[in-house]
């Protein structure tokens, strides 16, 4: 569905607008090491950037479900202190892809997570989930209550499908009537793959999801590498119609059972607005916020200089304040590498 859009949203001189960070990122990648995880269903690829780094890891979860890590990459950035670990989740990306939709349910994921964490000797780890992302690491934490997750950052939270839903909708509400008129109308009859139902969803996002233009040449490639069969099920057809398997998903009551520091990170604009993250905040003593003005759901990428900084900034403070303890590994294999890594912390 996304493709058509995607296409849409291109232009000839995105590796003008992306070459300068691509440049700028190659240093880490020379201390990349990258292979596969067995886990729960088949195997995922990862990456780990600054793998050779001395801080405590931080471990990536994208979003969707079903988009790939690429639109994470500036991230690899925080290499040069800590290793930087991104896989794509089963189904998507350079991961495996089986045709069994009992695959995609939110506990397997959970499973997968756990299962990534331990066979990359991930003892002390820091979570940092975007969109989809967020509701795997609060499920994550809620039902595995994992030991040495040191903190988390939760960016365009999605932790109530209820509040998402009436935030997305909120903002249709706002776009111009054309475009609001052939979104309902494309909905009512179920043609989401038309050029009008595209068209239309192009206008919404270009406001809610990346402001940017063009688009970052990696948020394309998350874009085309899409696993819509996981998105469909799981999410729906689209950002603003919650009508998969997690329409269901609300956790905000539970927030207060989580004992690590939290980040909430979301853009003015955001899918996740700024009202519904501050919402959240609240449920979590001592959690902080940051809502970053001009930026939408992609804000990493939107405010990327700030954005690095801030989470820089967290990390340093949530270590400082953590102490090592004990976790206990279930049993499983190790990763398949390129070379035997071994990311344990004393």
Not at 181 to 190: D, F, N
């Amino acid at each position: 569905m996304f493709k058509l859009f995607v296409e849409y949203m291109r232009r000839k001189d995105d590796s003008v607008s992306g070459g300068r960070m691509e440049r700028k990122r190659a240093a880490s990648r020379s201390r990349t090491k990258e292979g596969m995880v067995a886990v729960p269903g088949g195997k995922v690829w990862y990456q780990i950037q600054g793998a050779n780094a001395k801080g405590v890891p931080v471990l990536t979860l994208h979003g969707g479900p079903g988009v790939p890590h690429d639109y994470l990459e500036p991230l690899g950035a925080l290499g040069n202190e800590r290793p930087v670990v991104f896989y794509d989740q089963l189904g998507c990306g350079n991961s495996e892809k089986p045709e069994d939709r009992s695959l995609w349910t939110l506990k397997r994921f959970v499973d997968e997570l756990a299962a990534v964490r331990n066979s990359l000797d991930l003892d002390r780890v820091h979570l940092l989930g975007h969109s989809w992302g967020t509701m795997l690491a609060v499920e994550y934490m809620l039902t595995k209550r994992p030991a040495g997750v040191v903190s988390m950052v939760l960016s365009g939270p999605a932790l109530s499908a209820s509040r998402w839903t009436s935030d997305t909708r909120a903002y249709l509400k706002r776009m111009p009537t054309k475009i609001r008129k052939t979104m309902l109308e494309c909905e009512e009859i179920g043609t989401y793959d038309s050029p009008e139902y595209q068209e239309a969803m192009g206008a919404f996002y270009k406001k809610h999801l990346c402001r940017l233009d063009p688009w970052p040449e990696c948020l394309n490639r998350s874009f085309q590498k899409l696993a819509q069969p996981v998105y469909s099920q799981m999410m729906g057809p689209s950002e603003f119609t919650f009508i998969g398997s997690l329409k269901t998903f609300e956790r905000v009551h539970r927030l207060r059972d989580l004992d690590v520091p939290v980040l909430f990170t979301a853009g003015r604009y955001d899918e996740a607005s700024p009202h519904t993250t501050r919402y959240y905040g609240s449920m979590l003593p001592g959690a902080e916020i940051r809502i970053f003005n001009g930026a939408s759901h992609v804000h990493l990428l939107e405010r990327e200089k700030e954005y690095l900084r801030l989470i820089r900034s967290f990390f340093n403070r949530a270590e400082s304040k953590s102490q090592p303890e004990p976790r206990k590994r279930p049993r499983g294999g190790k990763a398949e590498e390129v070379k035997m890594l071994s990311l344990r912390r004393p």
